[in-house]
Every structure is written in structure tokens, then in C-alpha cells.
């Protein structure tokens, strides 16, 4: 089945530890995007990519760092510079253009 | 500004009740419309979307939404609520760049 596979589901991390989020898609979407979800505040942009060795901030980048090598692959990079990074992650893929996303069952990181 | 607005953050309705979710949108010009719905602890599923035609729209589980111009609206409805219902619904615009309400978050009653 197609579709878009986020891990770790769940990921505990110490103050200064930076982490990498994998995200994995087998739609063959050429976009992708990581979003940030706190309560009550909706799904915040963080980095996305329209192609490969391509990306661009979003709203809330500062702390982050992806890569797109791989057409498939957008992980992304919690550094020890994101202030606040204890949140609920989700990866997105959409075809380029129509702006339906489809999304990744997500990956809740809780710094220690 | 380009915006999505939900105006109700919660919303509790009794099982078998009909349901209307409110989105409010401001572009520029029409936008591409979704609704995603989100249970806790997992990602969002798009219920439906709307680009253009017509201004009726069915989705799945029972979901439909009715765009109206005229009011910039873009309202989630459902005839009957089932318990299963219970989740966070989202309503997006997209005109290039994706923009997301802040959620509504629905608690159905026994």
C-alpha cells in the first residue's frame, strides 16, 4: 500500500541532543513538508521541499535542518538551537501543485 | 492577508445530532478548500475538497461541505454524528502556499 511512514512514533531526547525524524514515501509525490503541532495552535510550517535537493523554510525554521537526496525522503533534524522542540511532528506529501496533502501518522518528541 | 478561520475551538454534540463545522476563508481569489480530520495521536485524513463546480461536495464517512462565495464559507456537515466522529476537523486553503485553521475539536455525547 502507498502511503507515508513516520518514525519513531515516539522519541525522548535530552536538553543539547540534537535528533533526526525519518519520514518515507512510496506515492511518488515530488512535495513534501514537516509541520509542528502544539495544542491549540493548528499545524505550523516548518521546512518543505517541491524537489529533490530543494527546500525552503517555512514559518517556524529556525532549529531545524532537512535534506531531500532522495525523492522518497525528507527527514528532519531537531537541532539543540530549537528552544522549544517538545511538539507533535508530521510529515506531508502532496503532487506538486493541487495542494492536497497526504500525511504521515506522526512522530511526538518530548525533551527531557 | 491570506487567512483560515474556525471559529469554534470545541464543539460537543449528542450522537445521532446533526453536525455544522464553520470555516471562514479570505484570499484574494477562490482557493482550492480541504477539510482534514485528525483522531488523537495520529495524522490527518482528508475528509474532502473542493476546486471548483460544484459548490456541494461529498466526502467520506457521511461528510459533506457546501461552498458558498458569497459568504467565503466553507462549512463541514454531517446529518448524523456517530461516537466514532470524535476528533479535531481541519479546514485548509491553498492558492499556492497551504493555510491551516486552528482546528475545531468535536466531543460527541452518549
Known amino acids: 500500500d502507498g502511503g507515508i511512514t513516520q518514525s519513531p512514533k515516539y522519541l525522548f531526547r535530552k536538553e543539547g541532543q540534537n535528533v533526526t525524524l525519518s519520514c518515507e514515501q512510496n506515492?511518488?509525490?515530488?512535495?513534501m513538508y514537516w509541520y509542528r503541532q502544539d495544542p491549540g495552535q493548528g499545524l505550523r510550517l516548518i521546512y518543505y521541499?517541491?524537489?529533490?535537493?530543494?527546500?525552503q523554510k517555512g514559518d517556524i525554521a529556525e532549529g531545524y535542518s532537512v535534506s531531500r537526496e532522495k525523492k522518497e525522503s525528507f527527514p528532519l533534524t531537531v537541532t539543540s538551537a530549537q528552544k522549544n522542540p517538545t511538539a507533535f511532528y508530521l510529515c506531508?506529501?502532496?503532487?506538486?501543485?493541487?495542494?492536497?496533502?497526504?500525511f504521515g501518522e506522526g512522530s511526538r518528541l518530548t525533551v527531557l | 492577508a491570506q487567512s483560515v478561520t474556525q471559529p469554534d475551538i470545541h464543539i460537543t454534540v449528542s450522537e445521532g445530532a446533526s453536525l455544522e463545522l464553520r470555516c471562514n476563508y479570505s484570499?484574494?481569489?477562490?482557493?482550492?478548500l480541504f477539510w482534514y480530520v485528525q483522531s488523537p495521536g495520529q495524522g490527518l485524513q482528508l475528509l474532502l475538497k473542493?476546486?471548483?463546480?460544484?459548490?456541494l461536495v461529498q466526502g467520506i464517512k457521511g461528510f459533506e461541505a457546501e461552498f458558498k462565495r458569497s459568504q467565503s464559507s466553507f462549512n463541514l456537515r454531517k446529518p448524523s454524528v456517530h461516537w466514532s466522529d470524535a476528533a479535531e476537523y481541519f479546514c485548509?486553503?491553498?492558492?499556492?502556499?497551504?493555510?491551516f485553521g486552528k482546528g475545531t475539536k468535536l466531543s460527541v455525547k452518549p
Open positions: 506531508a506529501s502532496s503532487v506538486q501543485g493541487n495542494g492536497e496533502l497526504f
Open positions: 506515492l511518488n509525490h515530488d512535495a
Open positions: 521541499s517541491q524537489i529533490v535537493n530543494d527546500f
Open positions: 484570499y484574494g481569489a477562490t482557493p482550492y
Open positions: 473542493y476546486f471548483s463546480g460544484d459548490t
Open positions: 485548509v486553503g491553498s492558492q499556492g502556499n497551504l493555510i
